[in-house]
């Protein structure tokens, strides 16, 4: 059952999947479409989840569920993936690729390679201070963190 995201309490859990590339406006638009029609059918073992999502920052795809009211069960998340893969097949997305990072560098967002990131520290062109996502994140509340410095990040390990 769809709820929208100001409804879900800060324990809501979430799943983050980031495109390696900039998602086009349009394909954005569908994919939110997409996204509604299958939270709104998302249910653990035919009890309906209350679940959201949508696009961020016209490259990440987040799916919550207040666990609060019915929790998601393997079956259930099996069917979360299931849709992701088909939204990379449908839209010539990578959404599993977790050796990609994203970055905030002047209002900008860039997603790049592990390499290609420990590279830019190297040279100077990101550091510590640089907003990384953490897409490691689990709730709704730790999206307030879901930005953070390099340095406090457990990307860090990947540029010392």
Same mark, same amino acid.
């Given at each position: 059952?769809?709820?929208?995201?100001?409804?879900?309490?800060?324990?809501?859990?979430? +799943?983050?999947?980031?495109?390696?590339?900039?998602?086009?406006?349009?394909?954005?638009?569908?994919?939110?479409?997409?996204?509604?029609?299958?939270?709104?059918?998302?249910?653990?073992?035919?009890?309906?989840?209350?679940?959201?999502?949508?696009?961020?920052?016209?490259?990440?795809?987040?799916?919550?569920?207040?666990?609060?009211?019915?929790?998601?069960?393997?079956?259930?998340?099996?069917?979360?993936?299931?849709?992701?893969?088909?939204?990379?097949?449908?839209?010539?997305?990578?959404?599993?690729?977790?050796?990609?990072?994203?970055?905030?560098?002047?209002?900008?967002?860039?997603?790049?390679?592990?390499?290609?990131?420990?590279?830019?520290?190297?040279?100077?062109?990101?550091?510590?201070?640089?907003?990384?996502?953490?897409?490691?994140?689990?709730?709704?509340?730790?999206?307030?963190? +879901?930005?953070?410095?390099?340095?406090?990040? +457990?990307?860090?390990?990947?540029?010392?």
């Amino acid at each position: 059952m769809k709820v929208e995201f100001e409804e879900l309490t800060d324990n809501a859990r979430l +799943w983050i999947y980031q495109s390696d590339r900039v998602i086009a406006r349009d394909q954005v638009d569908l994919i939110n479409e997409e996204i509604d029609s299958f939270v709104s059918g998302w249910a653990a073992h035919q009890v309906p989840l209350a679940a959201s999502g949508k696009v961020f920052h016209d490259r990440f795809i987040v799916l919550m569920v207040d666990e609060e009211k019915n929790a998601a069960s393997g079956c259930s998340i099996d069917t979360s993936v299931a849709f992701i893969k088909h939204l990379e097949s449908t839209y010539g997305l990578r959404l599993f690729d977790r050796m990609t990072f994203s970055y905030e560098k002047d209002g900008v967002i860039y997603t790049v390679p592990k390499e290609r990131f420990k590279q830019l520290y190297q040279d100077g062109e990101i550091n510590e201070n640089t907003l990384v996502f953490d897409n490691l994140i689990k709730t709704k509340s730790q999206l307030s963190e +879901w930005k953070k410095p390099l340095g406090n990040s +457990w990307m860090k390990r990947f540029v010392s």
